[in-house]
């Protein structure tokens, strides 16, 4: 018979695991409410053809980044440039805390590290890159890279497909750290100024669910090219001094008067809509999330709809987070959007939120997006990263991030798993090139703390059309139209789309089974347009254009236009 004292272990012990029971029970209960995707099974109607799907193989990749939580922000930089001109993109990879940055190559169907072989400067482990994009700023015909570090810019000169490092006097408040880059010539003058969104060391981070406190957080700023190397800052006279959190934003021309304007997409705040004046200040025009709060972080740039208007998709918290929980101090819950956002351009500045109706707003918790063409059908695809490295939930459980084919009808359908393009890391945005030149876009998961990952188009029986502008100062933020018997496609240069990252310079035009193209036009932002009639399909249209004293020569392949 047992003794009292072994009866009363033994009942402790029960009631011990009872609890420990009842706790799993409540943490796997909050992973489920938290990770529980009935936007698929529920809401939308996911249905998509079989042959509108486009299939991938993955490749090596061997890039596994190193992040610092506590003294890095939770975000890993990497860009499309490229480096030798043959119109083949290489991949550039921004290191953590304490590792060196990379630059991969696509060779014999997987990619390989060339760090030593285009002159990569070390940055040493004293800093993390947060934010880069590719671009020509001394207009020598090859690109060049700018990067984000907590300590300012540098430029990574390309010539002849080898870098050197200039380190650049960068504006900065003291609360700062640089994270998404984008770079376009704002005042015509011919040389390249940078908007450089911003957001708080993580050392003064007080908390991330912090909307209404407007002296919390750091300052983005626009960075005037004075020529030389120089650059100052003009924040505060183009009418953009505002304390927020931000990642990311894009110049780019909104209303078709070819200045570019300014999209910036502030982190628990708003996203923010200006127009170029054209004397080096900039107007806020209202917009859906105007006055209101989200958690806009990523930022897509394209044309959904083919109306030649450029539209705008951010990532939020969506379904993951409860809402009372993710609305954190905002005293008028009714003012809170946490479902992801889609602004159509109506022209004139004006938008309309689209995301309900085209079946994207109540997915999970997201990051970067791009959108692209991945079928070559015509209509832009989006992808869209997820997983957050510093959210306890998902160390237990992942995302797939999400791969969204559009349908006919303009509405959007999960196809990640049958793509093959499932990414159970913590992913940070993806990029899109054509790295086999097959006329189908490629795709990198850019992960953080993670291995990124790589996958190759199988590709189609759709017909396409490649124009690759260069990327000297004029063709930053250019328009492109493509115009077929049918139908016109329209694709601009932009830097930063994604998050805290760069895509290609290669414009891809899906032209499912149109045969021919009757013309494309290109608005440079200097007031210059080109028009090629008769283009040849199925093949790289290639614009290199460089700039001598405001002079513009055309270089471009006689076989491709003919």
Not at 28 to 52: G, H, M, P, Q, R
Not at 184 to 199: A, N, P
Not at 322 to 345: H, M, Q, T, V, Y
Not at 388 to 394: F, S
Request: one cysteine or more; glycine letters at 8%.
């Amino acid at each position: 018979m047992l003794s009292k004292n072994t009866r009363n272990l033994l009942s402790l012990f029960k009631k011990t695991f009872i609890v420990l029971g009842l706790i799993i029970v409540a943490l796997v209960a909050l992973v489920i409410w938290f990770f529980w995707d009935d936007a698929n099974s529920e809401k939308y109607d996911i249905t998509i053809d079989e042959e509108k799907i486009p299939v991938f193989e993955k490749v090596a990749l061997e890039f596994d980044h190193q992040y610092n939580g506590e003294k890095s922000l939770p975000i890993a930089p990497a860009a499309l440039i490229d480096i030798n001109n043959d119109n083949v993109d290489e991949v550039f990879f921004g290191g953590g805390m304490d590792q060196e940055d990379a630059v991969f190559a696509f060779r014999d169907n997987k990619f390989v590290d060339i760090s030593s072989e285009v002159n990569l400067p070390r940055k040493g482990s004293t800093t993390t890159t947060v934010g880069v994009v590719s671009a020509d700023f001394d207009n020598n015909g090859f690109t060049d890279i700018i990067l984000g570090r907590e300590d300012g810019l540098r430029i990574y000169y390309n010539t002849n497909g080898k870098f050197t490092e200039k380190i650049i006097d960068t504006p900065m408040n003291e609360k700062s750290t640089p994270a998404g880059l984008t770079v376009g010539d704002i005042d015509k003058d011919g040389d390249l100024d940078i908007f450089m969104s911003t957001y708080i060391k993580k050392e003064l981070m007080e908390g991330q669910t912090i909307f209404e406190d407007y002296t919390y957080g750091s300052t983005s700023e626009l960075l005037l090219n004075t020529g030389d190397e120089n650059y100052i800052s003009i924040t505060k006279s183009a009418g953009l001094d505002y304390i927020h959190n931000t990642f990311q934003g894009a110049l780019v021309d909104i209303d078709n008067d070819s200045w570019l304007d300014l999209v910036v997409v502030h982190d628990t705040g708003e996203a923010r809509t200006y127009k170029n004046n054209g004397d080096l200040t900039y107007t806020m025009k209202p917009n859906p999330l105007t006055k209101k709060f989200a958690y806009p972080m990523g930022l897509a740039v394209g044309d959904y709809n083919n109306d030649g208007l450029v539209d705008f998709m951010f990532s939020n918290t969506g379904s993951t987070l409860p809402r009372a929980l993710a609305k954190g101090d905002i005293k008028d819950a009714s003012l809170f959007n946490e479902k992801w956002i889609l602004f159509r351009n109506d022209g004139d500045f004006k938008f309309t939120d689209t995301a309900e109706e085209t079946k994207i707003a109540d997915y999970e918790f997201s990051w970067g997006c791009t959108f692209a063409d991945m079928n070559n059908d015509g209509l832009q695809d989006l992808m869209v990263a997820e997983n957050y490295v510093d959210l306890a939930p998902n160390k237990l459980f992942r995302l797939k991030s999400r791969f969204l084919v559009q349908k006919e009808d303009g509405t959007f359908a999960p196809t990640e798993e049958k793509s093959g393009v499932v990414n159970p890391h913590y992913a940070i945005t993806s990029l899109v090139s054509d790295f086999n030149q097959d006329g189908y876009l490629d795709m990198i998961w850019v992960n953080i703390d993670t291995p990124s990952l790589a996958y190759i188009n199988k590709g189609g029986a759709n017909n396409y059309l490649q124009v690759d502008l260069g990327e000297y100062v004029h063709a930053q933020g250019a328009k492109v139209t493509v115009t077929t018997p049918t139908k016109t496609l329209t694709e601009w240069l932009v830097t930063g789309e994604g998050l805290a990252s760069d895509q290609t310079a290669l414009l891809q035009f899906g032209l499912g089974e149109e045969t021919s193209v009757s013309n494309i036009k290109i608005w440079l932002t200097n007031d210059k347009e080109i028009s090629i009639d008769n283009p040849k399909i199925n093949t790289i249209i290639d614009l290199k254009v460089e700039v001598e004293k405001h002079k513009i020569i055309i270089n471009t392949f006689e076989e491709n236009t003919q």
